[in-house]
């Protein structure tokens, strides 16, 4: 059976469940694997997808994203609009209404003064905020009344959908937050790790890169929701073995990311006990360049703006790298139908992916030999090249996983093939994802070369994703290495037209400029962009109302799962 054939979209998954719940808890216990382990429950303090999904069964926002790209209310009543009143003319203000409704699991009543918190606590100037961007430009959040809040702009906001949207950044509790500002916000384990929320589980027991332990959230703002009493959210193993336990065992009821080989799926799915499901969005797999030199004799200044990297920023050198790699081939051999090779960042909707790029489409060794000839790189007898002194070896990190070392394997027999040295390195996804600041072993830290993984950004709206490769936001150590940039991209350039973009009006007039910045990321020597991936995970036959989301959390619509025949 080849897999476009098992594939489904979110929208047909969410249809083939026929049967619906009638009381809360009546569905008894859901078991979720992400193979990558869950290290924290809040997203303020990480960027790792697989954090904030699980923080996503707890703490909501003002409103997400469907499975289709749509607004939606959750803690908010409605959708503020300039039509509604809800957006005013000038576009430098916007008020949510809080649901009369919503109260936080402990009981106690969800007000402004919760909102006001929340955009505190990402803003301190003491703190790390992993999702600042969410909140660039805010200038102010204040109580109307106990259930209506504003929030001010500095500038004119043409699409003010950021702060308090989407699962990155939800509205936390001030009462159990009090205590964790700025510095102190790591060190809060117990709100970190079981936080107050209005979602419809609550945490019950956390360890830490192992499992979740999750109860049905009694105060949920749905009496007949959520149909399963419990959650087990397990971390650990791989794709593979996760995709096993759903698709062959039946041990798990849903597995987050099967980035499996096709045949390997296909051979799976044959089992008959569950269906892979598919989606595609924004998600795109990269290798992001280091512009530091990360250098261990560096100490604490590797990897850090005090030193450039001796090579990589040489966008010719970057172009070399890319020109090197058949995206063809790593999409034939790790993703099927569900990739697609790319040479953008913004890879979608259709209207924004730039079509300026392809010349990374098609693999020219010949071309990637010439530009490091013509930037003074000289092969080597040992078949390395080198200049003035310096060996081109490098260093190429990413997560354990099967098709990413296969992915590995692959670019550095060709890199090889145009003298570079290359050195692979695998690490637990559950630490390369985890955002720790004292591990030297995250994306953030970035202690290598480069570094392979997939990104995307939630809703169809750039603007805040692209803010994320901002000069701002490059991670270090006054920020708690929780910064976005984690090339250490910086261009002025850039950033005049992140600015730009976020006062410009009409969805043609803001995609000209997604484009611009895009081409001019892409084109620079901080990024290589490989494969325009779908979401593709695997649910049990017996698992219901599963409506796949590539815009925001997979888990967005936790509270309608429920179980089927």
């Known amino acids: 059976m080849r897999l476009r054939h098992m594939l489904t979209g979110a929208g047909a998954a969410a249809l083939m469940a026929s049967a619906a719940h009638a009381e809360r808890g009546s569905d008894g216990e859901v078991r979720i694997l992400y193979f990558q ?18 923080a996503s069964l707890v703490i909501e926002p003002l409103a997400r994203f469907d499975n289709e790209g749509r607004l939606v209310p959750y803690v908010a009543a409605e959708i503020p609009t300039v ?10 203000s916007m008020t949510w209404k809080i649901r009369p409704d919503i109260v936080w699991s402990d009981g106690t009543p969800v007000t402004a003064e919760d909102v006001i918190f ?25 109580a109307i009344d106990e259930k209506t809040v504003k929030i001010s702009f500095g500038v004119p906001k043409p699409y003010p959908y950021s702060a308090f949207v989407g699962a990155q950044s939800p509205v ?23 936080p107050v929320g209005t979602g419809p589980f609550v945490v019950t ?28 959210l397990k971390g650990g193993g791989d794709a593979a073995s996760a995709a096993r336990s759903v698709l062959e065992t039946g041990e798990f009821d849903y597995a987050w990311n099967a980035q499996v080989e096709p045949e390997i799926l296909a051979q799976m799915a044959a089992a008959g006990k569950g269906e892979i499901i598919s989606a595609f969005g924004t998600l795109v797999e990269r290798i992001m360049v280091n512009q530091t030199d990360p250098n261990p004799g560096l100490g604490d200044e590797r990897s850090t703006v005090a030193h450039p990297h001796p090579f990589l920023t040489d966008p010719n050198v970057v172009k070399a790298l890319s020109l090197a790699i058949d995206r063809e081939i790593l999409v034939e051999t790790g993703y099927g139908e569900a990739g697609r090779p790319t040479c953008n960042l913004v890879p979608a909707p259709a209207f924004q992916d730039s079509p300026n790029n392809d010349w990374c489409l098609k693999q020219d060794l010949d071309q990637a030999n010439q530009l490091l000839d013509d930037a003074g790189w000289a092969m080597g007898g040992d078949g390395v090249r080198a200049k003035d002194g310096v060996r081109m070896s490098v260093l190429y990190q990413t997560s354990v996983n099967s098709v990413r070392q296969a992915a590995q394997a692959l670019i ?13 390195r695998q690490i637990d996804p559950a630490v390369f994802f985890g955002g720790d600041p004292g591990s030297p072993d995250t994306i953030q830290k970035f202690y290598a070369d480069l570094e392979m993984y997939a990104n995307n950004f939630e809703g169809t709206d750039a603007e805040k994703y692209l803010g994320d490769w901002v000069c701002a936001e490059i991670p270090n150590q ?25 006062t410009t009006v009409g969805e043609e007039e803001r995609a000209a400029i997604t484009i611009k910045l895009n081409d001019k ?42 179980r089927v025949e």
Request: charged share 20%; with cysteine; aromatic share 10%.
């Open 37 to 54: 382990a869950i290290s924290i429950m809040t997203p303020y303090l990480s960027s790792g997808t697989k954090d904030i999904e699980a």
């Open 83 to 92: 039509e509604n009143g809800g957006v005013a003319e000038d576009l430098k």
């Open 118 to 142: 929340t955009w505190k606590y990402c803003t301190d100037e003491n703190g790390g905020c992993a999702q600042e961007p969410y909140f660039a430009d805010v200038t102010n959040v204040e």
């Open 172 to 194: 936390i509790q001030a009462a159990q937050f009090a205590n964790c500002l700025g510095t102190a916000a790591p060190s809060c384990t117990e709100a970190n790790t079981k």
């Open 205 to 232: 027991d956390f360890k830490a890169n192992d499992v979740v332990t999750l109860a049905a959230n009694p105060n949920y703002r749905d009496p007949a929701k959520p149909a399963f009493a419990t959650v087990v």
């Open 412 to 424: 550095k027999q060709w890199w090889n093939e145009i003298g570079v040295e290359v050195e692979l």
């Open 478 to 502: 006054s920020n708690g290495w929780q910064g976005g940039n984690h090339a250490r991209y910086c261009d002025a350039e850039y950033d005049a037209l992140k600015a730009e973009l976020a």
């Open 521 to 562: 990321f892409v084109n620079s020597a901080a990024i290589i962009p490989l494969i325009h991936r779908g979401r593709v995970s695997a649910k049990s036959n017996t698992l219901g109302g599963v409506a796949l989301n590539p815009f925001d959390s997979e888990l967005w619509n936790a509270a309608d799962w429920h």
